[in-house]
């Protein structure tokens, strides 16, 4: 585990503003794809600042996006609502069991698995996001060895908060970290949490679950919220970064699933955190910003950690993202379409394989992508210029793809003919022949009225 100074004052623990990146504390250990600095979770503002020219890629401009970011600082600032602060421990005898809560009242049922990943036993420290009810949470969990025959020469447990939005938790990751470090060292003091508690406590839901202060669960990238305030938030330095250089060219497969609205699962053996920020990731390629677009289609929601206790509820989702540790949802395939091991991308659907296969337009902009990050990192290095990151390029570029793709087809619903033509097709960044599966399920989803035709020229 990384080892910090503990902190003297009660309270002192590190809290980010909601107009500045996350620090980047030491990687963790053992975790050799976890980003360096990738440690805060949440979203920056799509939004203005980007300048196309007909058949050329999508430019980025920093200040533009600068700018909306501190707009938004300035209208929008979301407030503390953590609803519950828990310990939870592995007892050699009972298993994951929760050892302390605040309030004592919270129904924290199945928390002791989702915050303490399966399979944690073999690594010294992880973080892992998840989602419980209308809640979300974050726990950071540490192992340390103990001489003693009792617990078996091991001491684990886990330090997790729960809030109604993912966005702000990463405010507490290092205060989580020194707490569970505490709790493994001296067991049974749980001052620094109550007051952290009462400090950040927000309502807690009453009778059949209906909160009496508390506002809906914003999904991150849901269509249509692109602008919503909760999408200002910094998110993990470094995150996106590590996840294009993690899938290479399958992060447009990804891409065309999201933006299917697609139930897309992720395994990965321990640790977990840093194929959490890939959930988050996958979330952001599905981001559209015109208006009208997606009324109807389901929301893409992050679940983040799922185990075995989540299967009932999965078996009612129509569309995620989640990720795993545990090998045996791979036999669940009832439960996903889209399933991912290492960077390998799969699905047992007959009518979405040909979505699995990269095609030229693919590389194409995947290419444009490539080029617009060494841009940016060359304009970095040069003019010394930090306002803007890979993160903003990285979700503006795929929301610039969306954009272009539903204007196109909104431009042909609205004509007299409605037929999409190759030339249409390649306007939106497409190939004509190699897309043609994925353009069929996207009119569906979205129901949109283009008339495709299988002799059309863009589909012969």
């Not at 975790?31 to 058949?55: D, I, K, M, Q, V």
């Not at 996106?240 to 497969?253: H, L, W, Y």
Request: charged share 20%; hydrophobic share 35%; net charge negative.
């Amino acid at each position: 585990m990384v080892k910090q100074p503990d902190r003297a004052p009660l309270l002192e623990w590190e809290e980010i503003p909601a107009d500045t990146p996350a620090s980047a504390p030491p990687p963790e250990r053992g975790s050799e794809s976890s980003p360096a600095n990738c440690r805060a979770l949440g979203s920056t503002a799509p939004g203005t600042g980007w300048s196309t020219s007909p058949g050329g890629p999508a430019v980025f401009s920093s200040a533009a996006v600068k700018k909306s970011l501190a707009t938004s600082v300035r209208e929008w600032e979301e407030k503390d609502q953590i609803v519950a602060v828990f310990i939870v421990t592995f007892d050699t005898r009972s298993g994951n069991i929760v050892e302390w809560c605040l309030p004592q009242e919270v129904d924290l049922d199945g928390v002791e698995f989702k915050s303490m990943a399966s399979g944690s036993h073999r690594i010294s420290s992880d973080f892992v996001y998840f989602r419980k009810g209308s809640y979300f949470g974050l726990a950071c969990f540490a192992n340390m060895p103990v001489e003693s025959a009792l617990e078996r020469g091991a001491r684990m447990k886990s330090v997790g908060i729960l809030s109604p939005s993912y966005t702000l938790l990463y405010r507490y990751m290092h205060f989580l970290e020194n707490q569970v470090r505490h709790q493994l060292e001296s067991p049974g003091h749980y001052t620094q949490l109550e007051a952290f508690y009462e400090d950040k406590k927000g309502v807690l839901p009453i009778g059949n679950g209906a909160a009496t202060s508390l506002q809906p669960v914003h999904w991150l990238p849901s269509i249509n919220k692109c602008m919503h305030p909760e999408m200002k938030i910094t998110h993990p330095a470094g995150c996106m970064s590590q996840f294009i250089k993690f899938f290479g060219e399958q992060i447009i497969v990804l891409w065309k699933f999201a933006l299917l609205r697609k139930r897309i699962l992720i395994f990965s053996p321990p640790p977990v955190g840093v194929v959490c920020y890939r959930v988050y990731c996958c979330c952001c390629l599905a981001n559209v910003s015109l208006p009208g677009i997606g009324v109807s289609v389901p929301e893409f929601r992050p679940f983040f950690y799922i185990n075995v206790a989540d299967i009932e509820v999965l078996e009612t989702e129509v569309s995620y993202v989640a990720c795993t540790t545990e090998k045996i949802f791979e036999e669940k395939k009832s439960l996903y379409d889209v399933y991912v091991d290492n960077q390998n991308v799969r699905t047992r659907h007959e009518n979405l394989q040909p979505l699995l296969r990269i095609n030229g337009a693919d590389r194409d902009k995947y290419r444009k992508l490539s080029e617009q990050r060494q841009m940016l990192l060359y304009s970095q290095e040069a003019d010394r210029d930090c306002s803007s990151n890979e993160e903003d390029l990285f979700i503006l570029f795929f929301m610039e793809q969306n954009n272009r793709i539903f204007q196109m087809l909104s431009e042909v619903s609205a004509s007299q003919d409605k037929t999409l033509t190759e030339e249409h097709v390649r306007g939106m960044g497409l190939d004509p022949q190699g897309d043609r599966s994925f353009l069929i399920d996207l009119l569906e989803v979205y129901g949109i009225d283009v008339m495709l035709v299988i002799d059309n020229p863009c589909c012969s």
